[in-house]
Each structure stands twice: as structure tokens, then as C-alpha cells.
């Protein structure tokens, strides 16, 4: 795999990891310190997920764009990068 798609690909994956704790924090016992915590974690993850795809070279144009979505573009990134990895 390309340095650039295993990069694109563990961002990725930080970045949903990093949404799931948001959620499942918020909509169960919803402590006060995490959000504080993981929120800038995730938005810098979003951002770098973001910027590598944007200047990636050789990426598909779907890849770049579904990178931008918030909330599901991690996961949309992740699926579009395994999908290029192959071809």
C-alpha cells in the first residue's frame, strides 16, 4: 500500500475512533471532562484527514471530496482509500 493511502487510512481511523467516544459519551453517561478532552483530538484528527486528502496526489476525486463531510467523513475516507488500494 502507498504511504500516502496508509496514512489517509489510520487517520481514518482515528478520527472515528475519536467520534465514537464523543458520541457514546454524550448519549450515555455523558461526563463532563471528555468532551473537553477528545474534542480538539477529533477536530485536528477531521483536519488531517482533511489536508492529506486534499493535496494527496494520485487520489480519486471522490476521496478528496468525501474526506470533507463532517461526522462520516473519516468513515467515507476509509472505505474510498481500501477501494483504491486495490485498483
Do not use: Q, W
Amino acid at each position: 500500500m502507498k504511504p500516502l493511502l496508509r496514512a489517509l487510512e489510520v487517520l481514518s481511523v482515528l478520527e472515528l475512533l475519536s467520534i465514537a467516544v464523543l458520541l457514546v459519551n454524550r448519549f450515555s453517561v455523558d461526563l463532563d471532562g471528555v468532551a473537553p478532552m477528545i474534542g480538539p483530538i477529533h477536530g485536528a484528527l477531521y483536519l488531517a484527514v482533511a489536508v492529506t486528502a486534499l493535496f494527496g496526489r494520485d487520489l480519486l476525486l471522490r476521496t478528496r471530496l468525501m474526506a470533507l463531510i463532517p461526522v462520516l467523513g473519516g468513515v467515507l475516507t476509509l472505505v474510498n482509500v481500501r477501494r483504491e488500494a486495490r485498483r
